[in-house]
């Protein structure tokens, strides 16, 4: 009866929020500005949002490399792998599969714009950029013009790759230079966009069999049961390191420097990503990739100020309400994010003054360029996002923005009601049906914005046991990143004491102008000031002292005997005056350890609350990081249980035979074993990690000027990401590519073989009297036995037909000459890896030599 939950559910927040908005009449707007604001400042802080993502990437790390021997053992035996084309050529194109460099995150959850939180449903996705590379690269210029073509390259300096533009700016077609050498008059297409995005898939459905798999776009999602989200989106993407446009994004008008003219510049420094998918109806629609401007969008969204990321969530926010009442909005999040991008460019930012009027900014915006038919990308503004948007779909976005408009009011005060409990002391304010005047109302929001910051002290605080598991969890990803300036910041923005802030900082902005003018500064060093509290809490009355203490005459007659013993005695934090003036309810309600002794001694009702609170309080919702010991464990594990992965490819992959799976799972077992021989595994995982957070370089863009400097060492950071394969690699490279020739070239004749023997069944009598008796276990001993004659006994020798002796003594020669082409393979593999061990003990010897000379 879930259906009649949430029904009851929803009619009880439409009571709810058209009491609120009878309650604050005209000021509804002044209701949803202060708690939409007050919510990004304790939610959406940058700096947080970027420690976050570089906590995941560490994790993301991890992840990568026990699963990348499977993505290259896909590549190398799928007849759709990625490397494939219509033609191919030795000299241009590189052999070895493509691998995951970096798994970044990005989209709405990086944005620090996602509604998705533990146990609430939501429809936001989380968006993983899966930065694939090979043993190729880039020419120096890697962005041809359409109809152009660059110089051959020398044979030496192959592979390389090159894009040229298609008709529409937005998609761009791959290619592989020809060297000097290549016998072939026509460039060759390089990485067709649905070969990636069918290795994906395959990827995804191997390592998440259990969830319900869809691709969006470029995007392979996957949705576990469980999940109260719109699942992980899998996007395969490679990086192109020019910026298309880039004169005229830099040189553009602009009435506020948004993003900065640093951002701007490091941004067309850096790139932009490409994603797999072609436009449709293309000629080369599944061969062409489409830029995408992931990176740039989280670096221009973090530059946002609080108030115009709180206009964006607020706008989704209505969208997601909408869905809940069973409307279908068809305007798409990434249109109000590009909205906001171009208005924060296109207008100063002292005129967003609040969230509704900043709502009603955006969908007017929005439905003038609906109306028009263009809306231009704000960082190449030759995209046109609503190009292949048909008018009937256009219809449909203006009708969801007609209602959003209407409706702005109420939807986002049901957010308010869902978000904020304290919202409801409202309801006991003056009449029933009757607005609260001005001021009164900002009292109320006042006590209200004040109540939670006490609440938020006293949950969060941080004495908390669940404080322990934060530090578990997310303290050791920042560490071996080397992140400690981010790591203060991820704990310092999760702390009670900062959301106290952040509530009583709104407050003040709230509150009557006879209590913002009570309220008085003080320098600390000439540049930090703080405020005395003490009016602010002051405009709290009998009832929110009840909602924060259970029996208001209980804490002042605890407070009274705090103050009666000696100041030595007294709690830690201490109190100096009594509970009916201001400075004693500010020095109680705002130290939450004080709050908490206090319940624990007197209030035995809150006491039980207060433990229930501490226990139900996640901090934190992923596992430890695993150590390498683990690691090794779990692929050992995976190692054994090989046997059962054959057939589980097989029902799992559409398409793939047996046979397949068995060469699939061979590769994939012989990459295993080579990354958990002697330290390698260890070597590459730190190689990972200590490059995971500097790959996208967003510490610089929250961190300030001094974070800049940095530039340099995230650089060389990249290219410890990109270390050329040293021998040893190279040769396990080609040992592997060998072995997958030679496995399928194999499979592929003992097919023959089976396939010509059944037609020579279908052409032969077969008579029951002819007959052989063969030894099946040794060949050598192989005898003809005269018709009408009995055979010697024995157990190891069973009757087949002369024909079926022939094909099995063929069968058995193929497979003969199939075990010594492995053998001879591994021969030549461990020769060479024998060879390169000896070289290194001789390189170990000569460097005490040559640090004692």
Same mark, same amino acid.
């Given at each position: 009866?879930e259906?009649?939950?949430?029904?009851r559910?929803?009619?009880?927040?439409?009571?709810?929020?058209?009491?609120?908005l009878?309650?604050c009449?005209?000021?509804?707007?002044?209701?949803i500005?202060?708690?939409s604001? +007050?919510n990004e400042l304790?939610?959406?802080h940058?700096?947080?949002?970027? +420690?976050?993502?570089?906590q995941f /990437?560490?994790?993301? +790390?991890?992840?990568?490399?026990t =699963?990348?021997?499977l993505?290259?053992?896909?590549q190398?035996?799928r007849?759709a792998?990625?490397l494939?084309?219509?033609?191919?050529?030795?000299?241009?194109?590189?052999?070895?599969?493509?691998?995951?460099?970096?798994?970044?995150?990005?989209?709405?959850?990086?944005?620090?714009?996602?509604?998705?939180?533990?146990d609430?449903?939501?429809?936001?996705?989380?968006?993983?950029?899966?930065?694939?590379? !090979?043993?190729?690269?880039?020419m120096d210029?890697?962005?041809?013009?359409?109809?152009?073509?660059?110089? *051959?390259?020398?044979?030496?300096?192959?592979?390389?790759?090159w894009?040229?533009p298609?008709?529409?700016p /937005?998609?761009?077609?791959?290619?592989?230079?020809?060297t000097? =050498?290549?016998?072939h008059?026509s460039?060759?297409?390089?990485?067709?966009?649905?070969?990636?995005?069918?290795l994906?898939?395959?990827?995804?459905r191997?390592?998440?069999?259990d969830s319900?798999?869809?691709?969006?776009?470029?995007?392979?999602?996957?949705?576990?049961?469980?999940?109260?989200?719109g699942?992980?989106d899998?996007?395969?993407?490679?990086?192109?390191?020019?910026?298309?446009?880039?004169e005229?994004?830099?040189?553009?008008?602009r009435?506020?420097?948004?993003?900065?003219?640093?951002?701007?510049?490091?941004? *067309?420094?850096?790139?932009v990503?490409?994603?797999?998918?072609g436009?449709?109806?293309s000629a080369?629609?599944?061969?062409?990739?489409?830029?995408?401007?992931?990176?740039?969008?989280?670096?221009?969204?973090?530059?946002?100020?609080?108030?115009?990321r709180?206009?964006?969530k607020?706008?989704?926010?209505?969208?997601?309400?909408?869905?809940?009442?069973g409307?279908?909005?068809?305007?798409?999040?990434?249109?109000?994010?590009?909205?906001m991008l171009?208005?924060?460019?296109?207008?100063?930012?002292?005129?967003? @003054?609040?969230v509704?009027?900043?709502?009603?900014?955006?969908?007017?915006w929005?439905?003038?360029?609906?109306v028009?038919?263009?809306?231009?990308c704000?960082?190449w503004?030759?995209?046109?996002?609503l190009s292949?948007?048909?008018? %009937?779909?256009r219809?449909?976005?203006l009708? @969801?923005?007609?209602?959003m408009k209407?409706?702005?009011?109420?939807?986002?005060?049901?957010w308010?009601?869902?978000?904020?409990?304290?919202?409801?002391?409202?309801?006991?304010?003056?009449?029933?049906?009757?607005?609260?005047?001005p001021?009164?109302?900002?009292?109320?929001?006042?006590r209200v914005?004040?109540?939670?910051?006490?609440?938020d002290?006293?949950?969060?605080?941080?004495?908390?046991?669940?404080?322990?598991?934060?530090a578990?969890?997310?303290?050791p990803?920042?560490?071996?990143?080397?992140?400690?300036q981010?790591l203060?910041?991820?704990y310092?923005?999760?702390t009670?004491? $900062?959301?106290?802030?952040?509530?009583?900082?709104?407050?003040?902005m709230?509150?009557p102008?006879d209590?913002? *003018?009570a309220?008085?500064l @003080?320098?600390?060093?000439?540049?930090?000031?703080?405020?005395?509290?003490?009016p602010?809490?002051?405009?709290?009355?009998d009832?929110?002292?009840?909602?924060?203490?259970?029996d208001?005459?209980?804490?002042?007659?605890?407070?009274h005997?705090?103050?009666s013993?000696?100041?030595?005695e007294?709690?830690?934090? !201490?109190?100096t005056?009594e509970l009916?003036?201001?400075?004693?309810?500010?020095?109680?309600?705002?130290?939450? =350890?004080?709050v908490?002794?206090f319940l624990?001694?007197?209030m035995?009702?809150r006491?039980?609350?207060?433990? %229930?609170?501490?226990?139900?309080?996640?901090l934190?919702?992923c596992k430890?990081l695993?150590?390498?010991?683990?690691h090794?464990? &779990?692929?050992?594990e995976?190692?054994?249980?090989?046997?059962h992965?054959?057939?589980?490819?097989?029902?799992?992959?559409?398409g793939m035979?047996?046979?397949?799976?068995?060469?699939?799972?061979?590769?994939?077992?012989?990459?295993?074993?080579?990354?958990?021989? !002697?330290?390698?595994?260890?070597?590459?995982?730190?190689?990972?990690?200590?490059?995971?957070?500097g790959r996208?370089?967003?510490?610089?863009?929250?961190l300030?000027?001094a /974070?800049?400097?940095?530039?340099?060492?995230?650089?060389?950071?990249?290219?410890?990401?990109?270390?050329?394969?040293?021998?040893?690699?190279?040769?396990?490279?080609? $040992?592997?590519?060998k072995?997958?020739e030679l496995?399928?070239?194999? @499979?592929?004749?003992?097919?023959e073989?089976?396939?010509?023997?059944?037609?020579?069944?279908?052409?032969?009598?077969?008579?029951?009297?002819?007959?052989?008796?063969?030894?099946v276990?040794?060949?050598?001993s192989?005898?003809?036995?005269?018709a009408?004659?009995?055979p010697?006994?024995?157990?190891r020798?069973q009757m087949?037909?002369?024909?079926?002796f022939r094909?099995?003594?063929?069968l058995?020669?193929?497979?003969?000459?199939?075990?010594?082409?492995?053998?001879?393979l591994d021969?030549?593999?461990n020769?060479?890896?024998?060879e390169? &061990?000896?070289?290194?003990?001789?390189?170990?010897?000569?460097?005490?030599a040559?640090?004692?000379?």
């Amino acid at each position: 009866m879930e259906w009649l939950r949430r029904a009851r559910r929803r009619v009880a927040r439409q009571w709810t929020v058209h009491r609120l908005l009878v309650k604050c009449g005209a000021g509804a707007r002044l209701a949803i500005d202060s708690l939409s604001i +007050a919510n990004e400042l304790v939610t959406g802080h940058p700096t947080a949002k970027v +420690a976050e993502i570089a906590q995941f /990437a560490v994790r993301d +790390a991890h992840v990568r490399l026990t =699963e990348q021997p499977l993505l290259a053992a896909l590549q190398a035996t799928r007849s759709a792998a990625v490397l494939e084309s219509a033609d191919t050529c030795p000299r241009c194109t590189p052999a070895t599969p493509l691998r995951v460099l970096h798994v970044g995150r990005s989209g709405s959850s990086a944005e620090g714009l996602a509604d998705i939180f533990q146990d609430v449903p939501s429809l936001s996705d989380y968006d993983l950029m899966f930065e694939l590379v !090979g043993d190729f690269r880039w020419m120096d210029r890697p962005l041809v013009r359409p109809g152009e073509e660059p110089d *051959c390259i020398s044979a030496q300096d192959a592979p390389q790759l090159w894009a040229r533009p298609t008709d529409s700016p /937005a998609f761009v077609t791959l290619h592989w230079a020809r060297t000097t =050498e290549c016998e072939h008059e026509s460039t060759l297409l390089a990485l067709p966009a649905q070969q990636v995005r069918r290795l994906m898939f395959e990827f995804c459905r191997a390592i998440r069999p259990d969830s319900a798999i869809s691709t969006p776009g470029p995007a392979v999602n996957t949705q576990r049961p469980e999940d109260n989200h719109g699942g992980k989106d899998h996007v395969p993407c490679l990086r192109l390191p020019v910026w298309p446009g880039r004169e005229a994004f830099l040189s553009r008008r602009r009435v506020h420097e948004f993003p900065s003219a640093a951002a701007r510049q490091e941004l *067309c420094q850096f790139g932009v990503h490409m994603v797999p998918t072609g436009r449709e109806g293309s000629a080369t629609e599944l061969y062409e990739w489409r830029l995408s401007f992931s990176r740039a969008e989280v670096v221009a969204i973090h530059q946002l100020t609080a108030t115009q990321r709180a206009v964006v969530k607020s706008v989704k926010r209505m969208k997601s309400y909408m869905k809940e009442g069973g409307a279908t909005p068809s305007l798409k999040s990434y249109y109000i994010k590009t909205a906001m991008l171009w208005l924060a460019q296109d207008r100063p930012a002292d005129s967003w @003054t609040g969230v509704v009027d900043g709502v009603a900014t955006i969908l007017d915006w929005l439905q003038q360029h609906i109306v028009a038919g263009s809306l231009p990308c704000f960082f190449w503004a030759d995209i046109d996002l609503l190009s292949l948007v048909t008018i %009937e779909e256009r219809k449909d976005m203006l009708k @969801t923005i007609a209602v959003m408009k209407r409706r702005t009011t109420a939807l986002l005060m049901a957010w308010c009601a869902d978000e904020f409990y304290e919202v409801r002391l409202l309801f006991e304010e003056g009449s029933v049906w009757r607005p609260l005047p001005p001021r009164r109302l900002r009292l109320v929001l006042t006590r209200v914005l004040i109540c939670r910051a006490v609440m938020d002290g006293v949950t969060r605080r941080t004495t908390l046991p669940n404080w322990q598991s934060w530090a578990e969890r997310c303290v050791p990803p920042l560490l071996l990143a080397s992140e400690h300036q981010l790591l203060q910041w991820y704990y310092r923005c999760r702390t009670g004491a $900062y959301h106290q802030q952040c509530y009583l900082l709104q407050a003040l902005m709230v509150a009557p102008e006879d209590v913002f *003018c009570a309220v008085r500064l @003080t320098a600390v060093d000439g540049e930090r000031y703080t405020w005395d509290a003490a009016p602010l809490v002051a405009t709290l009355i009998d009832r929110d002292m009840c909602y924060l203490t259970g029996d208001p005459s209980a804490a002042a007659a605890w407070c009274h005997r705090q103050l009666s013993v000696p100041p030595e005695e007294r709690p830690q934090a !201490g109190l100096t005056a009594e509970l009916d003036s201001p400075r004693g309810r500010a020095e109680l309600l705002l130290q939450p =350890e004080l709050v908490v002794q206090f319940l624990t001694e007197i209030m035995p009702e809150r006491k039980a609350w207060l433990e %229930e609170s501490d226990r139900e309080m996640t901090l934190v919702h992923c596992k430890p990081l695993p150590t390498c010991n683990e690691h090794r464990q &779990h692929l050992e594990e995976m190692l054994d249980y090989a046997d059962h992965l054959v057939p589980h490819l097989v029902k799992h992959l559409p398409g793939m035979d047996e046979d397949t799976a068995l060469i699939t799972i061979h590769v994939w077992q012989l990459r295993i074993r080579h990354l958990l021989s !002697g330290d390698r595994f260890e070597r590459q995982l730190w190689a990972a990690v200590r490059g995971s957070v500097g790959r996208w370089r967003l510490r610089q863009h929250v961190l300030g000027t001094a /974070a800049e400097n940095q530039t340099q060492s995230h650089q060389s950071r990249e290219q410890s990401l990109e270390p050329d394969r040293d021998e040893e690699e190279q040769r396990f490279e080609s $040992y592997l590519l060998k072995v997958t020739e030679l496995a399928s070239r194999q @499979t592929r004749e003992l097919r023959e073989a089976q396939a010509a023997h059944g037609n020579d069944e279908h052409a032969e009598d077969e008579s029951q009297d002819h007959r052989l008796w063969v030894n099946v276990y040794d060949s050598q001993s192989l005898e003809q036995t005269p018709a009408g004659e009995e055979p010697l006994p024995s157990g190891r020798e069973q009757m087949i037909p002369s024909q079926g002796f022939r094909h099995a003594l063929g069968l058995w020669k193929i497979m003969e000459r199939h075990q010594q082409e492995h053998d001879e393979l591994d021969l030549e593999w461990n020769e060479a890896l024998h060879e390169n &061990h000896e070289q290194r003990d001789r390189d170990s010897q000569s460097e005490p030599a040559e640090n004692q000379d």
